[in-house]
């Protein structure tokens, strides 16, 4: 089923390519012309060629036991479990995820992410945090697997203060190492809320546990992933929709899952 689901994509993509003067110049034709002609890959955009061959150094600092890199001049650390060639591969992926030609981007522009607190859902290494931890007033990092927790601890070290790390899964009920936001939040006084979710696919049961915050949030930006599975574009969409936000999907296409789909649905409240 697999090499069936390749091969149809595969033939997809090469037809788009051979005969793209003949068919409609929208983002889906230009993904699959570039597939077409580079063969199946997660970024199908040309901005992903400036990243192929990129070669990142990675140290290792001996007091905190941990590889890290230098991003945008700033020490990112990863887990104790990953090897020198898999932290350059993963990278790499990250810096080609969040460039700002990327379906993948959570936000077109950083500064407006100025004032906020966000709520970094599936936070893993923190790059986006790092990314935009001056302009932020507080950051809570949620993070489920153990093995992140050392490398976030390292990573944000200088501005402790502005980090809470919760070691919890979110979903749409307290209970066990689960916790739902509304429950997380409703003891705090937020006043402009960014929500960055990116986790794997359970991004639509993570935002039923968030219905409150959304309907009673005034001001409000989220990201969420939806290119998961199948049918979540739509329906993370709509629940957006129905508690107020101004929606938009960014800018292209992500192959993810034997697929092309919209990566990150965009939702603004109250600005």
Avoid at 54 to 76: M, P, Q, V, W
Avoid at 184 to 205: H, P, Q, S, V
Wanted: charged letters at 30%; proline letters at 2%; aromatic letters at 14%.
């Amino acid at each position: 089923m697999l090499f069936t689901r390749n091969l149809r994509m595969n033939t997809r993509a090469k037809f788009t390519y051979l005969f793209q003067a003949f068919l409609p110049k929208n983002d889906l034709n230009k993904a699959l012309s570039f597939m077409g002609r580079h063969g199946l890959t997660s970024y199908p955009a040309d901005y992903m060629l400036d990243y192929k061959r990129k070669i990142t150094d990675i140290a290792f600092d001996e007091s905190k036991k941990l590889h890290y890199c230098l991003h945008n001049g700033r020490k990112l650390y990863f887990t104790a479990a990953f090897t020198k060639d898999r932290i350059e591969r993963l990278y790499k992926s990250l810096i080609t995820e969040q460039d700002y030609r990327s379906a993948h981007r959570y936000i077109d522009d950083y500064d407006k992410l100025n004032g906020y607190t966000l709520l970094d859902v599936g936070s893993a290494e923190g790059t986006f945090t790092l990314d935009n931890i001056d302009r932020l007033k507080h950051v809570y990092l949620f993070e489920s697997e153990p093995y992140w927790i050392d490398a976030l601890k390292a990573t944000f070290e200088p501005w402790k203060e502005k980090i809470t790390i919760v070691e919890k899964y979110v979903g749409d009920k307290t209970e066990g190492n689960f916790i739902t936001l509304d429950d997380y939040l409703k003891d705090k006084e937020i006043e402009r809320l960014f929500l960055k979710m990116d986790i794997e696919g359970a991004e639509l049961t993570a935002l039923n546990g968030a219905t409150n915050t959304l309907k009673k949030q005034q001001i409000m930006r989220t990201a969420i992933c939806t290119y998961h599975r199948p049918g979540d574009p739509e329906k993370l969409e709509q629940i957006l929709k129905d508690n107020g936000f101004a929606t938009s999907f960014s800018d292209g296409f992500l192959f993810w899952g034997k697929r092309l789909s919209k990566a990150v649905v965009r939702g603004v409240k109250g600005e």
